[in-house]
């Protein structure tokens, strides 16, 4: 089992900055992907970014966003700047790994980003 606890979202105006903060615990592999995916009101959850030790970024986000990590905290971050309206949506953490032949999927509880003037 790995538990995700997810801090950092908020209210701010377009062209603003949030940090997002995920940090795992429980069982925890060495080598796992963590991630954020956002959903939107009306729409369906999309990617925003993910890590490995390699970063992948949603289009949308690149250039604006960056993904990092802390192996030793267990912890993801997504550093948001030049916020804008369209980037308001429930942002979700991800822990994905693979254990002992089986799939390990996980999702925090999400917090609510709204980019709004």
């Known amino acids: 089992q790995v538990q995700l606890v997810e801090s950092g979202g908020g209210l701010v105006q377009p062209g603003g900055s949030l940090r997002l903060s995920c940090t795992a615990s429980?069982?925890?592999?060495?080598?796992?992907?963590m991630g954020w995916y956002r959903q939107a009101p009306g729409k369906e959850r999309e990617l925003v970014a993910t890590?490995?030790?390699?970063?992948n970024y949603a289009d949308s986000v690149k250039g604006r966003f960056t993904i990092s990590r802390d192996n030793a905290k267990n912890t993801v971050y997504l550093q948001m700047n030049s916020l804008k309206p369209e980037d308001t949506a429930v942002y979700s953490c991800?822990?994905?790994?693979?254990?002992?032949?089986?799939?390990?999927?996980?999702w925090g509880q999400g917090t609510q980003v709204t980019v709004s003037s």
């Open positions: 991800n822990y994905y790994a693979i254990r002992v032949g089986v799939r390990n999927n996980y």
């Open positions: 890590i490995i030790s390699s970063t």
């Open positions: 429980g069982i925890i592999s060495s080598i796992n992907t």
